[in-house]
């Protein structure tokens, strides 16, 4: 056993904590959940700082429960938000449990007994739970005074479009699922984001009020970048830990650009490096900021835990050739949504395979084939300057010609003008 809460102390994770809860912890094996709302059939980056406090919960010998809200998610939790979203049918809940379910499986250790992770769906419960029943075993320990003091709630109120009775239940809905798991499964501590915090306090105080049994919590910071944008969001949207909506390659270069303010904070959080060794990064990082040394380490980690070896190596591959002399050979290897994705927002040309059956001169590919550039005179001239390359061969002659083997992927021609003006040939 080791100090689950000091460990999160000392990473910055900490926010909110129950009396009692690190010397409850420190007594040996305990269960402790924390919930994920299927909203998406994927996780995002949003949700690791709960997915790393779980890691490190069954790190120091805890028993992690994941408990995914096949009934929740049906509802919807006011807190932090300013207008109600839209409820999920059950057909959409069930897709999205099985992509988290998923997920979730390449961080934690699921097996049988000792301190195996555990993943339950409060619908299974929920389910056949009637109303009437639901406020007579439940309703009735909870005041609508305590419910209305809750900050989610008051803000909510205090707004322009107020809060249907749906939302307003759902920290008694939460809040049985504390009581749940804490009668059938031990759990005795729940955990989340501080945002979470009234929720999960309804839930021990449903405890103590309905069996007069003790349960604990504690909650973890919401991560903010230090330029006030939003964490997890891009230009393109969420950051996804599916790679069908999020690149492993878009995913590293997420942790790459991170700044030096925020990255000094969110090694310690989303990596599971010992306090010594970040301290020697950091010191590392220090002497040269612009090798990106702090952000390398960040990325490399995290991508790597989140996608594999794999794919982190054609993630650095990618940037190196982007961004370096990195060679073509290694798009040969890449499946064709891949290469596309690379080179998303690169204007992109089609042609006709037929056209490069005998061989087609430079001049035509690039000024009637494919009108990469506006003119053969316009072409001829770049060439002659020395600024233009194909698949990363700097083109020498006027009368060059290419054809089908130089096909990328046997579907690709990659044309540059200069070092940073990319363009794709698509044939088809």
């Known amino acids: ?242 790679p069908e909506k999020t690149s492993p390659y878009k995913f590293y270069q997420f942790w790459l650009n991170a700044s030096d303010d925020d990255v000094k904070s969110w090694i310690r959080i989303f990596t599971l490096k010992s306090k010594e060794e970040i301290e020697a990064l950091e010191a590392e990082h220090d002497t040269a900021p612009h090798l990106r040394i702090l952000q390398k380490a960040l990325a490399a980690d995290i991508t790597t835990r989140t996608h594999g070896e794999e794919a982190l190596e054609t993630a650095l591959k990618t940037s190196d050739f982007l961004f370096g002399n990195g060679s073509t050979d290694f798009l040969n290897g890449l499946k064709r949504e891949q290469v596309l994705e690379i080179f998303e927002g690169v204007p992109q040309f089609a042609l006709q395979r037929t056209a490069l059956g005998g061989g087609l001169d430079v001049l035509s590919l690039l000024a009637e084939q494919t009108n990469v550039f506006p003119s053969k005179g316009e072409t001829k001239k770049l060439i002659q300057g020395g600024g233009v390359s194909i698949n990363r061969q700097k083109v020498q002659d006027i009368a060059a010609v290419y054809g089908s083997p130089d096909l990328i992927n046997g579907e690709f021609l990659l044309v540059q003008k200069g070092k940073k003006n990319y363009y794709l040939i698509v044939a088809g």
């Open 1 to 242: 056993m080791t100090d689950f809460v000091e460990e999160l102390r000392w990473r910055g994770m900490l926010h909110d904590i129950m009396p009692n809860t690190q010397e409850k912890l420190n007594e040996g094996m305990t269960a402790g959940y924390i919930g994920f709302d299927p909203t998406a059939d994927s996780l995002h980056v949003g949700h690791l700082m709960q997915i790393m406090t779980l890691i490190h919960f069954q790190s120091a010998g805890h028993k992690p429960y994941a408990l995914v809200g096949g009934a929740t998610g049906m509802v919807g939790d006011p807190s932090g938000k300013s207008d109600e979203r839209n409820l999920l049918d059950e057909a959409a809940v069930q897709r999205n449990l099985a992509g988290i379910k998923k997920q979730l499986s390449k961080f934690l250790r699921f097996e049988e007994g000792g301190n195996g992770a555990v993943m339950v769906n409060n619908g299974d419960w929920f389910r056949g739970f009637g109303f009437l029943d639901f406020i007579r075993e439940v309703g009735k320990h909870i005041t609508v005074n305590y419910m209305m003091a809750k900050d989610s709630v008051r803000k909510r109120l205090e707004g322009d479009t107020g809060m249907s009775f749906t939302e307003f239940s759902y920290q008694l809905v939460q809040g049985y699922d504390f009581y749940y798991l804490w009668k059938h499964h031990k759990c005795i501590v729940q955990m989340g984001g501080s945002d979470q915090w009234g929720n999960i306090v309804t839930g021990t105080e449903l405890i103590r009020r309905k069996d007069q049994g003790t349960a604990f919590a504690l909650t973890t910071k919401l991560i903010k970048k230090s330029d006030g944008t939003k964490f997890g969001k891009t230009e393109g949207g969420a950051v996804w830990l599916d």
